[in-house]
DNA sequence: CCTCCCATTGAATGTCATAG
DNA sequence: CTATGACATTCAATGGGAGG
């Protein structure tokens, strides 16, 4: 997409700025707003409050770019609400503590909400409405180049939950342009938004059609065959129903050789890991299906001592902790490594081309 | 070999002392 | 008094390893 251009330009003398519109103003953000609080945490109910009750905002609420009003605890009815803090349309609310990439997220509330409070981790901006529109500021400070600025200047000793304070929003320098201009934009934002969200929309509906055909194309294939005409049997197996009639219903034990765990306690410890050498496969591999993340490496001296741990191409690999029962085929090509302890593996005895059936039917929803 | 429990980590919350 | 930032807490997922 092109924009027509401004006829003329000016360096707005802000770095993260760059040039502006002549016409635009740079000022800090402090002089588009009116007020600027910051809310109460009082010990809430561990529940979003009904119709009717009082709740208070949760940081979480501004998470995502729009305004999530579920995201608040009831207020126990025994405290007695401060109508001051409600949430009125046009509300600016950013975050004052969190992880880096999340403080400083910022929502505008699309209406009143009169039974929700700040809560003590959020800010709450009144906008001067002759001077600046409440979306305009909020897109502004949810920018690349004003997050980068926010997460420069979070501090904390705790990293999970860095803190801004009033003066990395109120001191920021924006560029803005005349209200009217200003609502303009937002409205084309808006629009252009919208359209980009439909046509996601449309595009996801189609992957996943597509890829419910992938699964009932192979759960087909691999389970009733691909000639629709062959006599069919009951398999005896409630979850595969009727199979070919000329096949054979085997257990998994009897076309794989062994089963075998990963290596337990003291035979594979953590201070063993190196830089390089053999790669240990874990959960990490089996759950996304993709050998080639991940970076534990062993010794060629470890790796000899745990050889029977030892996975090769078309092994099956069944993750059996935390995310259970998550399957995957040890694809060609992997670099030569051993299961960690959270993996059973499978080895086929069947001729190598069938792997890949067991693979699908293992996979199967 | 396994089971079970503890430690660690990441994300989100909750609490409180202290400097202005 | 308020705003801030340190730090405790909580919850869930996952990693590590002792001991039956």
């Given at each position: 997409m092109s924009f027509p251009p401004?006829?003329?330009?000016?360096h707005s003398r802000i770095e993260q700025l760059g040039d502006v519109p002549e016409h635009w103003e740079i000022v800090p953000v402090k002089r588009c707003l009116k007020s600027v609080?910051?809310?109460?945490?009082p010990q809430c109910e561990n529940y979003p409050a009904d119709a009717g009750q009082w709740g208070v905002?949760?940081?979480g609420c501004v998470n995502g770019g729009s305004f999530d009003p579920s995201e608040n605890k009831a207020l126990p009815s025994t405290l007695e609400p401060l109508p001051d803090l409600s949430i009125r349309r046009g509300d600016v609310l950013v975050s004052r503590a969190n992880t880096r990439e999340l403080v400083g997220s910022v929502a505008v509330a699309e209406r009143d909400y009169e039974w929700?409070?700040?809560?003590?981790?959020?800010y709450r901006l009144r906008v001067d409405e002759q001077r600046c529109d409440a979306?305009?500021?909020?897109?502004?400070?949810?920018?690349?180049?004003a997050r980068g600025v926010i997460e420069a200047t979070a501090s904390g000793a705790s990293s999970s939950m860095l803190n801004i304070g009033q003066a990395a929003i109120t001191g920021m320098f924006i560029a803005v342009p005349p209200l009217k201009e200003q609502q303009a934009l937002v409205a084309f934002v808006q629009n252009e938004a919208a359209k980009i969200d439909a046509l996601v929309e449309e595009q996801q509906r189609l992957i996943n059609l597509l890829k419910e055909k992938r699964h009932a194309v192979i759960s087909q294939a691999i389970t009733k065959g691909l000639n629709a005409d062959v006599p069919m049997r009951d398999s005896g197996v409630a979850w595969l129903g009727k199979v070919p009639a000329h096949w054979r219903v085997l257990r998994l034990k009897l076309i794989t050789d062994s089963i075998k765990?990963?290596?337990?306690?003291?035979?594979?410890?953590?201070?063993?890991?190196?830089d390089?050498?053999?790669?240990?496969?874990g959960q990490e591999q089996v759950i996304p299906g993709d050998f080639s993340v991940g970076d534990y490496y062993i010794t060629a001296d470890k790796f000899a001592e745990l050889r029977q741990y030892e996975t090769r191409p078309g092994d099956i690999l069944i993750s059996c902790v935390g995310t259970f029962g998550k399957i995957a085929l040890v694809p060609s090509g992997i670099e030569a490594g051993i299961i960690n302890p959270r993996l059973l593996r499978r080895v086929c005895k069947t001729p190598r081309r069938t792997r890949g059936g067991v693979g699908f039917v293992a996979g199967m929803p």
């Open positions: 401004y006829p003329a330009y000016k609080i910051q809310g109460w945490s905002l949760k940081v929700l409070m700040l809560c003590d981790k959020l979306a305009f500021l909020a897109s502004s400070l949810s920018t690349p180049a765990a990963g290596p337990f306690g003291s035979a594979l410890t953590k201070d063993q890991y190196v390089s050498g053999y790669r240990v496969y």
